[in-house]
């Protein structure tokens, strides 16, 4: 075999080599990422519990600033009524400075324009000497008479309106202040909805009832929120909403909302819906009582449930092992 073609088989060109570094490069980082060391490292998604932890750390923030705002606008009320009150004092006092300064222009205009008036003119004509210097007090009485009279109602003009002036420059810095407050207010609840919206489409929270996880149903999640929004109102029997409610009205009102008919009776209510075992019970249910069921509730999980309990208490969530369960249904 020729020299040069033995060399060549021993010393590969410098482009071989580098292709086949390349090549091993990518065996090893596939090796690797298989092995799970090259793996980008995973960010899980906040729990709902960490979500409403921080619902509830915003609420802290909120609570104050709300009881803030109500006290300067509670505030604000009373002083707005004050200013009301001293306006009507001081348009009065108003009227009565106008009406003494026309006076005082008057004996001005007649003494520096057009010249003493006839009055005075007979006074200083007619007078005696011995009755003039008399006269002429008499007319400075007159003119000093009007000059208290003036300062009089000027100093309690003066006194309300410095009043007024303390109490207008209260209720601006107060104005300002409730702007601030409703600002924050309006951020914080901004916050808040957001964490809101970030709760898992399966979570239900409402005000009455507690958080629910896992509402797997559109329809039990609207039925569980209609309920919950029934809390505190009254039991009437046979009473479908929306100002009252029995057990069955109840359900029947939760579910009527969500685009599911059922009877107003426990009996056709038991019979309307699928069966299903406690073991497999999950939020949105309903829970029958008794060997007669005759109480029905809307189970939220956790062995809780919203129902219309009985005359004298009010649609509630309470336990559901507070009477005998004769079975669950799921409506739909």
Known sequence: MPLHRR????????????????RLVVLVAAAAVGAGLLAAPAYAEPSVEQIEAEIDKQWQRLEPTIEQYNKVRSQLKVNREKSKE??????????????????????????YITGPSQELGAVLLNAKPDTLGEQMAFLNRLAAAERRELDGVMKIKKKYDDQKAKLD??????????????????????????????????TVKTTNCPTINGVV???????????????????????TGPNAF?????TQYAYK?????????????????KVVSRADARPGDLVFFRSDVSHVGLYLGNNQMVHAARAGVPVNVSPITTMPIAGFRRPG
């Not at 010393?11 to 390349?22: D, E, I, Q, V, Y």
């Not at 009227?95 to 003494?111: F, I, P």
């Not at 149903?217 to 309920?227: D, P």
């Open 257 to 273: 909302a969500a685009g599911i008919y059922l009877t107003h009776f426990t009996g056709a209510q038991w019979n309307e819906g």
């Open 7 to 22: 060399a060549s088989g021993r010393f590969p060109r410098t482009g071989g080599l580098h292709k086949a570094a390349r």
């Open 217 to 239: 149903s559109a329809a039990a999640r609207t039925a569980i929120r209609v309920a919950c929004e029934q809390v505190g109102k009254p039991y009437v029997w046979g009473a």
């Open 86 to 111: 001293l306006q009507k004092k001081i348009q009065p006092l108003a009227l009565e400075t106008e009406l003494a300064m026309n006076r005082v222009g008057d004996m001005a205009s007649r003494y």
């Open 169 to 202: 420059a209260l209720i601006s810095d107060q104005e300002a202040k409730e702007k601030q407050l409703a600002a924050k207010k309006k951020q914080i609840d901004a916050d808040i909805k957001r964490l809101e919206r970030s709760l898992p489409v399966t």
């Open 246 to 250: 029995d057990c069955s009205g109840l």
